[in-house]
């Protein structure tokens, strides 16, 4: 699952040995620091795989705190905010995420 929050962009997958564990993934450090903060988790860095940091977390814990951050939102345009409260390197990639994402708009969307 792919997850784009006020903290930045996460990779979610299941782990693979760890009944009820998820492992949260990200390609910068600050995406996982809201979410390791609050819960008291240390980001692992893995810098040989596809994602450089990760957190291992239960995944019921993963999911009150996915619940928040859908209470919490408070803002009509998600990549203008994130303009203001990341930077602009961060906001240019979600207009790329965007973009390549209208590519899967389905031909019917503007008729």
């Known amino acids: 699952m792919w997850l784009f929050t006020e903290g930045g962009f996460v990779s979610v997958i ?11 993934r990200a390609r910068d450090y600050k995406s996982l620091e ?3 903060n609050v819960i008291g988790l240390d980001i692992e ?3 040989g795989r ?11 814990i993963f999911a009150a705190w996915l619940s928040k951050q859908v209470m919490n939102i408070n803002y009509s345009n998600y990549k203008d905010h994130m303009e203001t409260i990341r930077d602009h390197d961060f906001s240019c990639a979600l207009h790329g995420v965007w973009s390549a994402m209208q590519q899967a708009e ?4 503007r008729m």
């Open 14 to 24: 299941r782990h693979q040995s760890e009944a009820g564990k998820l492992i949260v």
């Open 34 to 36: 809201g979410i390791a």
């Open 45 to 47: 860095p893995s810098p």
């Open 50 to 60: 596809d994602y450089p940091y990760r957190v291992f977390i239960d995944d019921s």
């Open 106 to 109: 389905d031909g019917e969307a």
